[in-house]
């Protein structure tokens, strides 16, 4: 017996320690792999096939400068949300941090359309979407005010990350065209309306602009005064996520047919390989991932909404919980009216709602964070060279892609 506690123990111990050293990068990773990753990806494969994979490492080295800055916030203990506050005029900056909180939950809305739409195809009995988006925010709601999510979001994303880590597995088993997925990693840009808004879709959900803010908040949290720390967290969520999203993205490359995509569609592959049972478990995994990221997205505007107010917050207070616990409300609302007054469906909200989030919220912040890494931080030269050409792919990314955005989202609406 005692040995059986010593070996209960020493695996307990194991566990408290990696999510001491890579829950942060669990949380991150769990944000980034929502509903809108798992369509933009699958969605991108089927009808670009791999022309654009580059776009995954972009985001890798994006994310890595963005994190690292970030990082250096959390060590100094100066939130992000308080330089944007401090460095714009009068109430600009507090209005631009409150309305930058409003468009975070334009994520939520997605994924909460998706997690009913996911509900109302699991459940017999249910088919009704609406039903489905009141129960999975009315359980999000729950447990913000009772204080468990966190507890439980490293259950949801590991098991998140090994259903879509089995797309690797398929791989396996697939005639991968090798020099097609090669010359995919080439970046290329097009005219094709398409085409641009795919690439500021792919970089507004794998470049999760909010992740920024809560890291920069995290400091007394987490408690580290190192900043390797954080950048060894940081690498390890970011790698995990984006070598995942290359295996949906090239399994939906070979097995799916070009077209709009559908609440199954990711799942296909799986199903046909495993068989149809495998479709339920992807669209379980659907549903905790869009759970997961919807509520744990809003944890930015946690931070971001009373530190724009002047209050001291951390995680999990009661001013971080109402500000959630309100999104989350908003959120369910506007997904209920969308679905019945617009054009979209859950499957196009997962797609577009990142995208708008790339094209404004992520260069804004890209530049708050230079901002202040520069104020608070010691940085060299060679450093804000390789902030400042982050902010360039951005800017110009935004500028390229914006009309095109605008032209697929009158078409959906």
Known sequence: MAS?????GGVQATVADLLETYGLGVLFAANVFGAG???????????????????????????????????????????????????LPGVSGRALIV????????WSISNYAIAGAALAWLVPGLDNVLIGILLASGVGVALVQLRVYERIEGAIAAMVIAVFASYGLLLVGLDIPIGDVA??????????????????????????WPNFFIQSSMGPTKEWTDVNSYRRDNAAGIMTTLTIGAFVMIVSAVTLTEGAMTLT??????????????????????????????????FGAG??????????????????????????????????????????????????MPAINGLIALPVTV???????????????????????????????????????????????
């Open 37 to 87: 990753s798992v369509y933009i990806l699958a969605d991108t494969g089927a009808n670009f096939a791999f022309a654009l994979l580059w776009v995954l490492p972009l985001a890798f080295l994006i994310d890595i400068a963005l994190h690292d800055m970030s990082a250096r916030l959390a060590v100094s203990r100066e939130p992000l949300t308080d330089y944007i506050v401090d460095y």
């Open 99 to 106: 309305a930058m909180a409003a468009m975070s939950a334009l």
């Open 4 to 8: 059986e506690t010593y070996e209960v």
């Open 303 to 352: 931070y971001m909404v009373p530190q724009a107010l002047g209050h001291h917050t951390v995680f999990g207070d009661a001013r971080f919980r109402a500000t959630v616990v309100g999104l989350i409300v908003l959120s369910a609302l506007a997904a209920f009216w969308l679905l019945a007054n617009t054009g979209l469906t859950p499957v196009r909200m997962a797609i577009i």
């Open 265 to 298: 569609g990711p799942g296909e592959p799986l199903a046909e390989s495993l068989g149809q049972g495998a479709l339920y478990v992807f669209l379980i995994a659907a549903l905790l991932a869009s759970f997961s990221s919807a509520t744990g997205t809003l």
């Open 367 to 413: 530049l708050g964070l230079i901002g202040a890494v520069n104020r608070y931080g010691d940085v060299s030269r060679k450093e804000n060279v390789a902030f400042a050409l982050v902010a360039l792919v951005l800017l110009v990314g935004s500028a390229l892609t914006a009309e095109s955005l605008a032209t697929t989202l009158a078409g959906w609406l």
């Open 183 to 208: 010359a995919g990693l080439v970046p290329a840009l097009t005219s094709d309306i398409g085409y641009l808004t795919a690439v500021i879709a792919l970089l507004g959900t794998t470049v999760y």
